[in-house]
């Protein structure tokens, strides 16, 4: 690999020296240059898939990212599976399980590719990732929340794997249409064992199952029972005669700093170091660590990036 | 869908069953051939995350014979068309997965494997 060497830019015309020594350049060796980056295609697993709508992502990438959707309801994996309507790959389990071989998400015995990685600069390409999106406020307790903060941590490659958890928050800005009610309360929850801790709320959301609208109503002609799912009562064109039949989904709220405090606490309790990688490996020993990349509250869901790192 | 390249991923969870857990093995599968769009890059890339051996011995299980016992070092046309073929175009509709080690079975409907377990199955 040749020397990199200083530039000396010169002022003449910005625009026609970029065209040289970057846009020409670029044209000359794009078949070589794209065939560089992204290498190692991606694997992943998305832990409570739904119906799928994360598994066609990333869209500017269809061919090098293989999403796995994993979900507890066969009904919404029957979706899932041809989710963009391409044949997807599901899985009917639980997100507190863990069905997968060891090291299914972890690039392995591939020392050349991952110093090729560093050398390019795109160590994140190689990544592999799990994530988990509107699933894990879904748990009724504590400790299962943090279990499922485990399994995610276990899918993914402790040396460089990486995650995206998402769940609703208490705080909902204007726009959401999500409809919350007052507390659930712990007999609804039929069980009174769980510990419900932590500043975040435990809720019963309803959905309302539209029922088909008859536009014809002369006709005895049985249709075929529209099941649209709308996320707020008043909206949904129901038909008169018929109630709309109201589910109420059990969801725990997350509160502020309680999902960053869940993932940490996960990561502890199977010995991983929380924070950044230390800058110099002194003691020689390997460390496992978790850091919390970024996390907030978005458009009434709070959120963490988790990367795994190890020294 | 259990298409090979999901299955090479999958083991047996069940509690206590931590060794001889992976490959599964097909139980009365029913196989669907679908076409995929072919990616040489992709299958390229994804090559080094296989269990060679397990996915050899899956698609034998189903009936194809096409990949050799050994990786090749060359990934020419031709093998990267085979391994695109048993990897994404399989599809086991209907069947199960069996453990090698503890015989628990992982049914397989409509495409979609059934790895829950019962509660007390959970390790």
Redesign the interface.
């Known amino acids: 690999m040749p020397d990199v060497q200083p530039a000396t830019v010169s002022c003449e015309s910005l625009q026609s020296y970029e065209a040289t020594h970057v846009h020409a350049i670029y044209d000359e060796i794009a078949p070589h240059f794209s065939s560089t980056r992204y290498k190692a295609s991606w694997v992943g697993v998305d832990l409570g898939t739904g119906n799928g709508k994360y598994l066609p992502l990333p869209a500017d990438r269809p061919g090098s990212v293989w999403t796995i959707g994993l979900d507890r309801s066969i009904n919404l994996l029957k979706i899932a599976k041809r989710a963009g309507d391409v044949d997807r790959e599901v899985v009917w389990a639980d997100v507190l399980d863990n069905p997968w071989r060891r090291g299914a998400f972890v690039c392995i015995s591939l020392p050349s590719l991952r110093l090729n990685a560093q050398h390019w600069g795109l160590k994140r390409a190689y990544q592999d990732y799990a994530i988990s999106i509107a699933t894990i406020h879904h748990l009724a307790s504590p400790d299962r929340r943090k279990f499922a903060v485990q399994r995610l941590l276990e899918a993914i490659s402790p040396v460089h794997g990486c995650g995206l958890i998402y769940v609703w928050a208490v705080e909902q800005d204007d726009l959401s249409k999500r409809n919350i009610p007052a507390r659930a309360s712990q007999d609804e929850l039929r069980s009174g064992s769980f510990a419900l801790t932590g500043n975040g709320q435990d809720v019963f959301v309803p959905w309302v199952l539209a029922q088909p609208v008859e536009p014809k109503p002369k006709t005895r002609k049985q249709r075929k029972k529209a099941q649209t799912p709308v996320e707020e009562p008043e909206s949904a064109p129901l038909a008169t005669d018929v109630p709309p039949q109201i589910f109420n989904r059990y969801y725990h709220l997350f509160s502020q700093g309680e999902l960053t405090e869940l993932v940490m606490e996960a990561a502890l309790d199977v010995g991983l170091v929380v924070g950044q990688p230390p800058e110099v490996d002194t003691s020689g020993k390997r460390i496992r660590g978790l850091q919390i990349v970024q996390d907030g509250w978005e458009m009434s869901n709070y959120y963490v990036e988790l990367r795994r790192w190890e020294q | ?3 090979l ?2 299955h ?6 069940a509690k206590g069953c931590t060794s001889n ?3 599964l093995l097909f139980q009365d599968a029913a196989v669907e051939l ?1 076409d ?2 072919f ?1 040489a ?2 299958l ?3 090559l ?2 296989l ?1 060679w051996p397990a996915l050899v011995g899956a698609a034998r299980q189903l009936g194809d014979t096409s990949l050799p016992a050994e990786q090749p070092d060359m990934l020419d046309d031709d093998f990267l068309q085979k391994l695109h073929h048993v990897l994404l175009e399989i ?1 086991v509709e209907e069947g199960a997965m069996v453990c090698p080690n503890c015989k628990h079975v992982y049914p397989i409907s ?8 019962a509660e007390h199955e ?1 390790g």
């Open positions: 869908m259990v298409r390249i999901t090479n991923l999958l083991a047996c969870h857990n992976f490959p679908r995929a769009d990616n890059d992709f390229r890339g994804f080094p995350r269990e599809h409509n495409g979609i494997p059934n790895m829950l377990l959970i």
